[in-house]
T-cell receptor, first 110, second 117 residues
Framework: GQSLEQPSEVTAVEGAIVQINCTYQTSGFYGLSWYQQHDGGAPTFLSYNGLDGLEETGRFSSFLSRSDSYGYLLLQELQMKDSASYFCAVSGYNFNKFYFGSGTKLNVKP | GAVVSQHPSRVICKSGTSVKIECRSLDFQATTMFWYRQFPKQSLMLMATSNEGSKATYEQGVEKDKFLINHASLTLSTLTVTSAHPEDSSFYIC?????????????FGPGTRLTVL
């Protein structure tokens, strides 16, 4: 089976940096993705790591360590609009399956 | 970016009726679509993987006779909740997997809120 763990909630102030961790246990691992979901909305793709290391996309960066079954999403220069839930997801064989973590609710305060 | 629509956005039905939800990729061909279920403030639970022209692959614990999935074309997948009961009330979201080389990316529809009375 699959198991992904994330912190349930994180609070930070505007302009700060926040890191959301994700540890996973899965078979047939292909990669780790991150999605953002605002309340009542659809998830939107943020980042993907297929190989170990850091991927940077603007204010967002994501990291993967396959040997540690661990990854994180780093959000810099936090803005109020970043308040949302963030999900890590593992890709199964040939990207025919995606399993999501429990989600981390990020609260950005002024 | 790729756009996925879902219809209806909200449906209320009586117990025992069937409800069909449509998921369409509007500007690209999606050979693979996914159906998820999400309870309030919880994660997305994968229900099934839908491949165009073949039978859907259901996750363990998901009743294939209750949640009928059809993926008849490269732009349309449907989920039919048969004989719906109050415990089927949930937020159902579809997604379409990106085309090469972006097969690691999913594009989500806006979701369908199902309430069974």
């Amino acid at each position: 089976g699959q198991s992904l763990e994330q912190p349930s909630e994180v609070t930070a102030v505007e302009g700060a940096i926040v890191q959301i961790n994700c540890t996973y246990q899965t078979s047939g691992f292909y990669g780790l993705s991150w999605y953002q979901q605002h309340d009542g909305g659809a998830p939107t793709f943020l980042s993907y790591n297929g190989l170990d290391g850091l991927e940077e996309t603007g204010r967002f960066s994501s990291f993967l360590s396959r040997s540690d079954s661990y990854g994180y999403l780093l959000l810099q220069e936090l803005q109020m609009k970043d308040s949302a839930s963030y999900f890590c997801a593992v890709s199964g064989y040939n990207f025919n399956k995606f399993y999501f973590g429990s989600g981390t609710k990020l609260n950005v305060k002024p | 970016g790729a756009v996925v629509s879902q219809h209806p956005s909200r449906v209320i039905c009586k117990s025992g009726t069937s409800v069909k939800i449509e998921c369409r990729s509007l500007d690209f061909q999606a050979t693979t679509m996914f159906w998820y279920r999400q309870f309030p403030k919880q994660s997305l639970m994968l229900m099934a993987t839908s491949n165009e022209g073949s039978k859907a692959t259901y996750e363990q614990g998901v009743e294939k006779d209750k949640f009928l999935i059809n993926h008849a074309s490269l732009t349309l997948s449907t989920l039919t909740v048969t004989s719906a009961h109050p415990e089927d009330s949930s937020f159902y979201i579809c997604s379409a997997r990106g085309s090469m080389p972006n097969v690691n990316e999913q594009f989500f529809g806006p979701g369908t809120r199902l309430t069974v009375l």
